[in-house]
């Protein structure tokens, strides 16, 4: 049994990334310099997943300029480059720079872990799955978890796997498309964790990437979610909720809402 705190304290919601030209009169100010973009956004959400380095390994001095950008309490999810997960790379060199660049947040202690996101032709099979065990491994120094765009990571023999590897689950809530994941949501490690992507069904396949995430949150359905958080809230130390149903602006319109309906109070209402 987890010790009992807050529900505040042990959830965490923010957005899958912060800058975007699109957020800019949607959230940011109009004349905003993309060098404050972070600052403004502490001002609000207590987290952030930083996606950037999925498309390239930036040098440490740029996560350092991101850590002193934010206030004390600010925590880092930083999603690992796609050579990881998606090429299968064993490169000792490019773990050690990705062990560089995160070493700034870590030492600053604001680094909360490394998300693994796997895209849908990753299957479970046992390749994948030695993969995933040599990704635990190789970076040992973090907390992580994996998410699954496919379907047949969705049994039970592959979250006591999770478990017997110290990795975390990412829940993910996504169209109802076939081979999909669905919006399991369990806990393996002492740390949980929910992506919204949204559920824009039309655009998901064969169209860009931005687009596919153009999909505006109702109340009915994050109120879907609603004890299934509670419960993973409950059962870990912390549980991070990112949306990444980013096109203008979109996932603070969803996370102001979870946050609404959680019962938690922001640190700002800006009024978007």
Not at 30 to 49: G, H, K, M, T
Request: hydrophobic letters at 40%.
């Amino acid at each position: 049994m987890m010790p009992y705190t807050p529900l505040e304290a042990r959830i965490k919601i923010g957005t899958s990334g912060y800058v975007f030209d699109d957020w800019v009169g949607p959230f940011y100010p109009p004349r905003l310099p993309r060098a404050d973009f972070l600052r403004f956004y502490a001002q609000e959400f207590s987290v952030v997943e930083v996606n950037a380095t999925y498309y390239r390994i930036p040098p440490p001095r740029t996560m350092a300029a991101m850590v002193r950008k934010t206030p004390a309490g600010f925590r880092f999810v930083i999603k690992a480059n796609q050579e990881m997960t998606h090429r299968g790379s064993r490169d000792p060199d490019l773990y050690r720079r990705f062990e560089d660049t995160v070493a700034p947040a870590r030492d600053a202690g604001k680094l909360d872990g490394v998300l693994l996101q796997f895209p849908f032709r990753v299957k479970n099979d046992a390749i994948s799955r030695r993969h995933l065990a040599f990704l635990r491994d190789a970076l040992p120094s973090s907390p992580v978890w994996a998410e699954f765009r496919h379907a047949s990571w969705n049994h039970p023999p592959v979250f006591e796997f999770l478990r017997d590897h110290d990795i975390g689950y990412c829940a993910v809530d996504e169209p109802d498309l076939e081979n999909l994941m669905p919006g399991v949501c369990t806990a393996t490690t002492d740390r949980g964790y929910v992506r919204f992507h949204g559920r824009n069904a039309a655009d998901w396949w064969g169209s860009d990437g931005h687009r596919r995430y153009d999909w505006e949150y109702t109340e009915n359905e994050l109120g879907e979610w609603l004890e299934r958080i509670r419960d993973l809230a409950h059962s870990t130390r912390s549980t991070y909720v990112f949306f990444n149903n980013c096109y203008m602006g979109r996932a603070v319109k969803g996370a102001r809402l979870l946050r609404k309906l959680l019962g938690m109070q922001g640190k700002l209402d800006l009024g978007l």
